[in-house]
Structure formats: C-alpha cells, structure tokens
C-alpha cells in the first residue's frame, strides 16, 4: 500500500497572495501568528502579505525569531510566543526555515508533549494536526509548503535532525511567484538547485513508484527549462521555478530522498552551509555514485534535462549525460564545484557518521556505508 498526502488547497500564480486574508476568514480563524526570517521583515518581503492583513483587519502577531537553519531553541521560543500572543492559525513567510520553524511550533502547540523538540526526530507517534499552517513560500526549492517533513538543528550535537509527520503539512499553500522576485541570484540558484535534487533523488529513491514518478519527472523539465531565467530574474523562468519546486515537493514528500540530503544535512550543521547550496554541490557526484542502481531511470532523467538522442545512447551513455547535463546546470547558474572552504578534512569521518544516522540516507538507492560517505566528501574537497 502506498500513501500520498497533499494540502487541503493551494493557490498558484502572480498575485495569489490576495487568497490569504481570504482563507483566513472563510476558516474562522481570528488571530495569526505570521513566522517569517527576520531578513525578509527588513527588505519589506513579509510586508506584502501583511499589509493584506491589515488591510482587512485581520489580526497578527508577528515572530522573526528564525535562523537560516532554525534551532532547537528557535521553536522553543517561537512556542512560548505562540501561545502568550492567542493566535489560532500560523502564517508562515519565507523559505525553509520559516516554513520548519512554523511546522514544528504548530506541532507542539498542539501535541505538547513533544516540547523537547528532539522527540520530534523520524516519525513521532503525535496525535493531533499541527495548528492550520497557511504558508506562503519566497524561495522556489524547498516546497515545504506541500511537504510532511521540517529539519531542526541541534546546536549543541552539532547535528540536523528530520521530523517526517502527516499532521504537519500546511492546510493552504500560496505559491506566489512574485514573492520569489527578491530572492539574489546565489540563492535562487542553490534553492533551485535544490528542488532539481529533490525530483531527482525522489524519482530513484527505493520508495518511488507511478504516482510520485509523475511528479518527479515533469519537476525535472520544468527545472532545467526555467532555473537559468529564474537566475536572471525572468518572468518567465520565475513562474517555472515557482511550480517546479511544488511539484517536486508533491512527489519526493511521500516517497523520501538518498545521501544527498543525508549527507547536506550535516554539512550544514557543522558549518552552517546553506542547504541549498550543499545539495547541489554534492548531487552530480551523489549521481555519478548512484547511477548503476538506478535502471532506466537516468536516461528519462537525461531527456527531462534537455539531452537530445538519449534514444539512441547506451546506457553507460545516457547514464553518464543525465549526470553530465545536472553538471552543466549547476556550472551556468554559479554553484561551486567542490566542498573546498566548507569541509575540514579532519572532520570528514564525524560528517560521514552523522550523514549515515541521517533519515534521508536509507532511501538511497544504492546500499550506503559510513566509508562510502566517507569517500563522497573526500572526492569533492
């Protein structure tokens, strides 16, 4: 039996941030807790939405208390706040952080039980839905705005851990490309990069099947075909990439992910490298490494990417463009190609151990060890 969970509802294109006081009111809903980075407060970003909810006289409490790769500590304040300012639903602004902040504050408002906010780690036994999360992306990569699943980072263990939980995901998604024009080109390019390791690592994960393959191939094309516009801030490739991330959200959400992530996780909590920009410096490597367990499925890859004749390749071939094509993506829209800078070599075994511990890794198509990861790093320093 296979289980696939989306949201309630979503909005889709310019302008569908107008739906938000309108969900709001039409659920009942009297108070808002808006979750947005406190860089996005600043650059007026989160603006865009409140003022539509002053406009309409909706009341809020406003929380900015997030960090690029939110902590323990940010949740746990973040529930305090919640529940001293009687908000009833969370508006949830901003990129991932916003969005797992949100998430793992709703869950605990409603299953305080958790309040630790380590118990929450894999698939925690929670019993109620989250408090009704709207949330409304400014980043194309994430999606977590359609996903079951928020990372929080453990400062003190040096380590990020994945919470997967049906009752998490948002009741409404507002998918709004326009929220997305601020985003710089670095980080539209490492965002983008990583909603492309998102539908590539949920299309040969070893939970994939029709339904989420769907999704995952089509997220591949849209991705390749838009990226390098949405970099140079088009309409056109920001309207591409609005979707294709949601789309790849759809898909890799219900079936999982592979080492990539496992192994971007941990980069980012030791050195608080940006996830985005982690996955993609790993993924045509973590391809490369993958790619004889994978099937066919590399050269579906290839052709969503935009290699042309992949019909008539091997598949050593089609194998080798798929990876080579991801290779080309990521050199156009500026993303390094080694961990040079980031990575301490002495730390490379603490890093292997933590990715192998990681909840992402046993979907991996190919059976990882701790010396593999080990291997992975070293290749890219």
């Not at 980075?37 to 409490?61: H, N, Q, R």
Request: proline share 4%.
């Amino acid at each position: 039996m296979n289980r696939f969970v989306l949201n309630e509802t979503s909005y889709h294109g310019s302008g569908a941030i107008k739906a938000v006081p309108e969900e709001i009111k039409n659920r009942g809903f009297k108070k808002a807790f808006v979750a947005s980075d406190p860089d996005l407060v600043k650059f007026g970003v989160s603006a865009k939405v409140t003022d539509l909810l002053d406009a309409e006289g909706i009341e809020y409490f406003l929380y900015s208390d997030i960090k690029a790769n939110p902590t323990i500590e940010n949740v746990q304040s973040g529930v305090k706040a919640f529940r001293e300012c009687g908000a009833d639903c969370i508006v949830a602004i901003g990129g991932g952080s916003s969005m797992d902040t949100a998430k793992a504050i709703g869950i605990i408002i409603a299953n305080p039980e958790f309040e630790d906010v380590r118990s929450l780690e894999g698939v925690a036994p929670t019993k109620k839905p989250c408090v009704p999360i709207i949330a409304v992306p400014t980043t194309a990569g994430t999606a977590a705005e359609v996903t079951i699943n928020y990372v929080i980072t453990d400062v003190e263990r040096k380590r990020k851990f994945v919470c997967v939980d049906v009752h998490d995901i948002p009741v409404v998604a507002v998918v709004d490309p326009d929220m997305m024009n601020s985003m710089p080109a670095g980080l539209t390019a490492a965002t983008g990069m990583d909603a492309l390791t998102h539908a590539i690592e949920g299309y040969i994960t070893k939970g994939a099947w029709e339904l989420s393959d769907m999704f995952h191939i089509k997220a591949i094309e849209v991705i390749a075909n838009s990226l390098r516009g949405a970099v140079k801030n088009t309409r056109e490739g920001r309207e591409g990439m609005a979707l294709g991330q949601y789309i790849a959200g759809m898909g890799f959400s219900n079936v999982g992910l592979g080492v990539d992530h496992s192994m971007a996780h941990t980069l980012s909590a030791y050195y608080d490298t940006p996830h985005g920009k982690a996955c993609a410096i790993l993924l045509p490597t973590v391809m490369a490494y993958n790619a004889e367990y994978t099937g066919t499925k590399y050269r579906d890859i290839a052709a969503a990417m935009g290699v042309e004749g992949v019909e008539s390749m091997t598949q050593e071939e089609y194998r080798a463009a798929a990876v080579e094509a991801v290779r080309k993506l990521a050199e156009d829209v500026g993303i390094p190609t080694t961990l040079k800078g980031i990575v301490k070599e002495e730390d490379i075994p603490a890093l292997a151990e933590s990715a192998y511990a990681d909840a992402c890794r046993p979907g991996n198509p190919r059976e990882t060890s701790v010396e593999d990861i080990i291997g992975l790093y070293k290749s890219l320093l």
